[in-house]
């Protein structure tokens, strides 16, 4: 039997509580490092990462052993 493929596209968006510009500039790239990695330690590796202060846009890959949910799940639990 043949290998089977498949390439899944996700973008994924966060806002802040309220849409309060509560994300400083200084911190972005740290923040989204972390993005990055949890997607990466998932097998989800992002494409893309940017935002603004009040929300951050992620374009990456899902795995085929990953539910959308759990990794959400983990990106977000861990921002407190």
Known sequence: MGQSY???????????KHRE?????????ELYSYMAAVLKTN?????IIGGTNNHVHLLHT????????????Q?????G
């Open 75 to 79: 990106i977000r639990s861990r921002l």
């Open 43 to 47: 097998q989800c590796p992002a494409l």
């Open 6 to 16: 498949s390439s899944i596209l996700v973008h994924t968006v966060f806002s802040t």
């Open 62 to 73: 899902l795995s085929r052993t990953v539910t959308l949910s759990s990794l959400i799940e």
């Open 21 to 29: 510009n509560t994300i400083p500039d200084s911190l972005a790239p």
